[in-house]
């Protein structure tokens, strides 16, 4: 069952190919995986804006606008900070 997988396939595929570089693929895989944990926060930040929006007013609203912001801009450089250098390992590792 899993030799059909096609996932477990291409991922054994590269694990076989990449003698010598296997410490960088791990590193690649988990600085992916983390950012896409990241991107995946990204709209609980917005839909939490959202509900503020609609919850509440004034100062209150003010405040937890601008927290919420900071958050949107934190998780896209959070993610930048993830994503790039996952890339340039990849394409180091690959070529």
Not at 16 to 44: C, D, E, K, M, N
């Amino acid at each position: 069952m899993l030799r059909s997988n096609v996932f477990v396939h291409l991922v054994s595929t590269m694990w076989r190919h990449s003698r010598g570089h296997r410490r960088g693929v791990i590193v690649y895989l988990v600085l992916s995986v983390l950012a896409i944990g990241v991107q995946l926060l990204t709209p609980l930040v917005m839909a939490e804006l959202m509900n503020n929006l609609q919850r509440l007013s004034g100062s209150a609203l003010a405040v937890e606008t601008k927290r919420l912001l900071l958050q949107y801009v934190a998780l896209g450089f959070l993610f930048w900070f993830l994503h790039g250098p996952s890339r340039v390992l990849e394409v180091g590792i690959a070529f």
